[in-house]
């Protein structure tokens, strides 16, 4: 509430006051250490046991990851990583940044890796995953950003869905078949997926 979209999360915004998109990422890692999985991120790690799963998510926190999750694509970056403007090698990073940290290849300060407005998703990785996936768990989503409406179109038809939405776009999904809908909210409809999967 105490910052303007265009300032903290556009590269004009990076361009015009790197120091004020620092600080606005510094205070968003630091809430890294006072938040913890829920009952869905645990059940998808339970799933793990059985089948080889593969974690999608528009999140930039790192939830998934304390829960136990061990593949996982984030599609809009990671708050717990840092990279040079100009470089895509990613550099753990857990602790604020400061002006005092930059890049060597440009001494520039290195800037959050999370994908801010007009910037291209990490969508390209999880194309192929879809295409070949036998069954697909559909959870958080609004489908209000026009690129998970193309993600929805790399889907094998025969694909088995499940589609977790107290209040579920079912036109998003009117060409699949197999297709099973929890008109609930994610920790209860996460765990109702897995437990009837885990009994399969």
């Known amino acids: 509430n105490n910052y303007d979209i265009n300032d903290v999360a556009t590269l004009a915004g990076w361009d015009k ?5 620092t600080q606005f990422y510094n205070e968003r890692r630091a809430q890294l250490n006072n938040v913890f999985p829920n009952e869905a991120h645990k059940a998808l790690v339970e799933l793990e046991q ?3 799963v593969i974690v999608v998510t528009q999140n930039v926190d790192n939830l998934h990851e304390k ?3 061990t593949h996982i694509i984030h599609l809009h970056g990671e708050l717990n990583k840092v990279r040079c403007q ?4 990613l550099i753990p990073w857990m602790k604020d940044v400061t002006e005092n940290d ?3 290849c440009h001494n520039e ?3 959050p890796h999370v994908v801010w407005f007009g910037e291209r998703t990490h969508t390209y990785p ?3 995953k879809l295409k070949l996936s036998d069954i697909l768990i559909v959870c958080g989503t609004s489908f209000n950003i026009g690129y998970t409406v193309e993600l929805v179109r790399q889907i094998n038809k025969n694909t088995e869905i499940h589609y977790i939405d107290p209040d579920p776009k079912r036109m998003i999904f009117s060409e699949f078949e197999n297709i099973h809908y929890y008109e609930t909210v994610a920790t209860d409809g996460v ?6 999967l885990m009994t399969i």
Not at 191 to 196: F, H, I
């Open 17 to 21: 006051d790197p120091l004020k998109v």
């Open 191 to 196: 765990k109702q997926v897995v437990d009837k």
């Open 50 to 52: 059985k089948y080889n």
């Open 126 to 128: 999880v194309y192929q």
């Open 67 to 69: 829960a136990g999750s």
């Open 86 to 89: 100009h470089n895509p090698t």
């Open 109 to 111: 300060i290195y800037r």
């Open 102 to 104: 930059v890049c060597s």
